[in-house]
């Protein structure tokens, strides 16, 4: 009797235990309905509860390119100050070639604050590019290039060498008084630089540096001598020059005169 007794009580307990678990089951489940209708309506009022209404472009940026970013970023945008994809807008502002880095913050009630730096090029990129001084490559839209800036050419993948080479040779060539206006390097490696006097040298493809000290230890005379219009540095020892005639004293200078050669061109 005590075991039967015992039993019919167990089984009277475990019925009103498995209901309150299925109870508190339904519950949770209705909780999160109640959560998930309620996040669902949020994300679809909030744009309209909570919107962007300015978006401010801030740093070293011209006017036209703030427009640009401000309506690429606005033809972009979706939802509201809090669910405002900032990932997703800072890949956009810098898929703009001028953007080199952007950086977006939310604040507070309507704005969208864009920090942006600039690429600043020092140089034009061969047809249609520019270039900064770390070698980065960009081509900006719409034409927009500086026809003052001196010019360099060659692979995209030579950028960074080529541009670490015209700051260097730069620097050393204003020493004597001379600027860049063009740098070029070919396929095969063979490096030209022309002058803002409109002299080139042609450096060839081995022992450039070595090369461009021996056109700078001779400079001075050089000019002295006449105009240079092209000083082939490709020997093993000496240069030769084809000169300009010598407007200034009357006397012409025969296009083909060697000012020094020795040893094999390479």
């Known amino acids: 009797m005590n075991t039967a007794s015992s039993q019919t009580e167990t089984r009277q307990t475990a019925r009103p235990t498995r209901m309150g678990t299925r109870l508190r089951a339904l519950l949770g489940v209705l909780i999160l309905l109640v959560l998930g209708g309620a996040g669902w309506l949020f994300l679809r009022w909030e744009p309209t509860l909570l919107p962007i209404r300015l978006i401010q472009i801030e740093g070293e940026v011209h006017h036209h390119s703030s427009q640009q970013l401000q309506e690429r970023l606005t033809e972009r945008l979706h939802g509201g100050i809090l669910t405002a994809d900032l990932v997703d807008l800072k890949q956009t502002a810098e898929e703009l070639p001028w953007v080199g880095q952007a950086t977006l913050r939310r604040v507070w009630p309507d704005t969208l604050r864009v920090q942006v730096r600039e690429y600043r090029p020092i140089a034009r990129w061969s047809l249609d590019g520019l270039v900064t001084a770390d070698g980065i490559v960009f081509r900006p839209q719409g034409g927009s290039i500086p026809s003052n800036l001196p010019l360099l050419e060659g692979d995209d993948k030579r950028a960074p060498e ?15 008084g001379r600027g860049i206006q063009r740098l070029s390097v070919d396929p095969r490696g063979d490096w030209r630089l022309k002058l803002a006097s409109g002299a080139e040298l042609r450096l060839g493809t081995t022992m450039v540096e070595e090369r461009l000290a021996r056109y700078l230890a001779s400079a001075s005379q050089l000019e002295a001598a006449g105009r240079p219009l092209t000083v082939d540095l490709r020997y093993s020892n000496g240069f030769s020059v084809k000169w300009a005639p010598n407007t200034d004293t009357g006397v012409r200078a025969h296009p083909d005169r060697v000012a020094a050669r020795a040893g094999n061109r390479r």
């Open 162 to 176: 080529i541009t670490a080479r015209y700051q260097a040779w730069q620097a050393a060539l204003e020493r004597v």
